[in-house]
């Protein structure tokens, strides 16, 4: 599928797909340390999209239970409600973190990343009450939010804030991603950064930027003229677009100087101290590490699949500092030890609106081809975040 498709996209919505649309019985909560949630939007993330088009690594496969509901972006209302769940009602908005820890998984003693409050690293995903699975969308027994209806555990659950809408709601979870990328890094306001990618997440990491307070210059590479408006309207200084062009856009904007080896790409000296790779393909990896400059930081907020055709002399040679930044957790900010959904359900209470351009017109589950083929064609469709309305 994955060959074909890169010919013939619309197989990734045909009969020959690996999803279908069905109807299912109602899903009862299994315990009563259990909601049950109705889904009221849902949104299309990257990993959904690689699922379905077989892109990408192969890497989780272990850590899923079929077959599962895809969908982990989620704002719905509690309609059912376990005894041991406190300080919850039936009726109340909530939205769900997906991460399927030990607590989750009702498992006791915790693993040691649970016990280190590293959630989402939790080591026991194969195990506990539930089946498989790494994330809420990827275990049979959970379901996901492309349904009417999902369950989720007591740990999972935030209420969300009446003057935050549905549709704002909905991309708190990639907006958390972000926020947890930008909280991997100690920096100052004179520090030069580099987001690259001009999709959901590359959006949200220059907002999460902004609304932390940061002033620094922020240089974005987007790819199409609608992610470079948006970029600018949330706060990037400078706007690149990805082109064969672009190391010596950067090198004009950053005072780096390039050298042409004998083969490859350009070599950089100099650049920004902290690179943002919110793509993690092979050609934005390899990008990513030539802009950065010696001892800076690249961050791959990305999923990166098996890159190829990377040239690593750049992290050995500049000494770089590579980390990957995967979903979200117990954060420092400003003294204060918060977890990146409720640190990113303030920012969204105070300043969220203006991030409400990325959400697209929504699209039922009866019309989910055309709801993926938008997401799979952001350049024609002029779109960034697609979302299933199920209200």
């Avoid at 949630?37 to 989780?60: E, N, P, Q, W």
């Avoid at 791959?300 to 979200?328: C, E, R």
Wanted: hydrophobic share 35%.
């Amino acid at each position: 599928m994955r060959y074909i498709g890169k010919k013939w996209g619309s197989l990734y919505t045909s009969p020959l797909s690996s999803i279908e649309l069905i109807d299912i019985p109602e899903p009862q909560i299994p315990t009563q340390q259990w909601v049950k949630v109705k889904t009221r939007l849902s949104g299309i993330c990257g990993s959904d999209l690689a699922t379905i088009t077989a892109k990408g690594s192969t890497y989780f496969s272990p850590f899923t239970s079929t077959p599962f509901i895809l969908g982990h972006e989620i704002v719905g209302e509690i309609t059912d409600i376990g005894d041991e769940v406190h300080g919850f009602s039936i009726g109340d908005r909530v939205v769900i973190e997906p991460a399927l820890s030990c607590k989750v998984r009702e498992i006791n003693p915790p693993c040691p990343q649970c016990q280190n409050l590293r959630f989402s690293n939790c080591e026991n995903i194969t195990r506990g009450s539930i089946s498989e699975g790494v994330q809420t969308g990827y275990c049979r027994d959970t379901g996901g939010g492309w349904s009417e209806y999902v369950l989720a555990h007591k740990e999972q659950i935030r209420r969300v804030p009446d003057n935050i809408t549905d549709e704002l709601a909905v991309i708190l979870e990639p907006f958390a991603c972000s926020l947890h990328g930008v909280l991997q890094v100690e920096f100052n306001n004179k520090e030069d950064i580099c987001v690259i990618g001009g999709g959901t997440i590359g959006l949200l990491t220059v907002s999460a930027l902004r609304m932390l307070g940061y002033k620094n210059r922020i240089i974005i590479a987007a790819k199409y003229p609608h992610q470079q408006k948006i970029a600018q309207d949330f706060g990037a200084d400078v706007v690149i677009p990805p082109n064969r062009n672009r190391y010596s856009a950067f090198c004009e904007l950053t005072n780096a100087e390039s050298y042409q080896p004998e083969l490859g790409q350009q070599v950089l000296i100099g650049g920004v101290d902290i690179t943002f790779d919110c793509i993690a393909s092979s050609s934005t990896i390899d990008d990513a590490l030539r802009y950065t400059r010696s001892g800076g930081d690249v961050i791959l907020l990305g999923m990166p699949g098996i890159p190829k055709n990377i040239d690593w002399v750049s992290i050995w040679y500049k000494q770089l500092n590579v980390k990957g930044a995967y979903t979200y957790g117990i954060e420092t900010y400003n003294g204060e030890t918060i977890h990146t959904f409720d640190l990113g359900l303030r920012l969204l209470q105070n300043h969220g609106e203006q991030l409400l351009p990325i959400v697209g017109t929504p699209f039922s589950l009866r019309n989910y081809k055309q709801a993926i083929q938008t997401s799979l064609n952001t350049g024609k469709t002029n779109s960034i975040k697609t979302v299933f309305d199920v209200r």
